[in-house]
């Protein structure tokens, strides 16, 4: 199931490969679409596959992907677990730890304080700066030759906006009381015949926002990419070595947006969900 | 036939997605930019609200490009 959806489209797309490569004649737009293919699908490293009865269940194998999940992670736990041992004991943090004070002082004072308020921020910042350096890390790490971005796959995503969904229901329904939230999404004072209408479209807008972030993350990072190898690969259509210094110099150019967009992503999807969750949680007027 | 028509329609559409997203964030940068020209101290405010509009306005857009690749698949 985690797998699932970019299997089926990695699948569709190994065929369409295929099929291209033989129908098409030409060996260059099949092999540089299969090469696309490729770095964007998810490679095995080693499969574990959970058959309770003999039938096949679930995919737990861990892929490149997991691996990277695994690799942000341990850096943010090691890198803040550090930055917060010196904090502590007031001593010098070093040039380089030095680096990821600012980012954090800028979600907290610039991001949740302003919006949330300073107490019912407090307690919910421990989820915004997850949020934020995991998928910073995330997107980072996959600008690294040979490793893969983890944020590229549509179920990574998912989980990321899932715990904003999460969230949103879970805690609203603890801040404000569990019938008080569904009654609070439809604003007091409207007409009897308009609730019908308007409490399942207030439902649905809850889940379709959530959705919204992780498609704009998941196309952000995996567009990215796909540009990158497609330049890269207008080197092999043309056959040619004097493409190769505009390409790589549009590629290098991409490169540098994929950083700053890197960080945009991060910051727009950790707004967003302050934004959200501080509409769930804040008690309603 | 499927497969020519499918990989044309996905063509045309990223393409009219596309140029919404365009004209939209053309718009709102036009906009962002006669605002700080006006009132210099609120740059830093209108900078932080326009990079958000536009990331929303190119969500939109990743959405039906997303749609578009699905479909250039089949």
Known sequence: MTNFLSASTANAAHAAAEAGEHAAGGNDAGTIMQHLIEHVYDHVLIQIDWHPFGWQWLDLS?????????????????????????????????????????????????????????????????????????????????LIPGMSTATSNLAVCGTLAFTTLFTIIGMGMVEQGPLTFWKNLVPSGMPWPIIPILFPLEVIGIVIKCFALTIRLFANMVAGHIVILSFLGLIFIFHNYFVALPAV???????????????????????LSIIFINMAVHPEH | MTGLVAHLSAGIGAALAIIGAGYGIGRLAGSALEGMARQPEAAGDIRTAMIIAAALIEGLAFLALVICLLLSFK
């Open chain 1, 62 to 142: 861990i892929t490149k992907l997991t691996l990277m999940l695994w690799v942000a992670a341990a850096l943010i736990f090691i890198l803040f677990r550090s930055l917060a041992g010196r904090q502590a004991k007031k001593s010098m943090r070093g040039r380089y730890l030095n680096f990821l004070e600012p980012f954090v002082i800028y979600v907290r004072d610039q991001m949740v304080y302003p919006i949330m308020g300073d107490t019912l921020g407090r307690k919910y910042l421990p989820l915004f700066l997850t949020q934020f350096f995991f998928i910073l890390f995330c997107n980072l790490l996959g």
């Open chain 1, 249 to 271: 110099a549009f590629s290098l150019f991409l490169y540098v947006l994929e950083l700053f967009v890197a960080f945009l992503q991060a910051f727009i999807f950790t707004l």
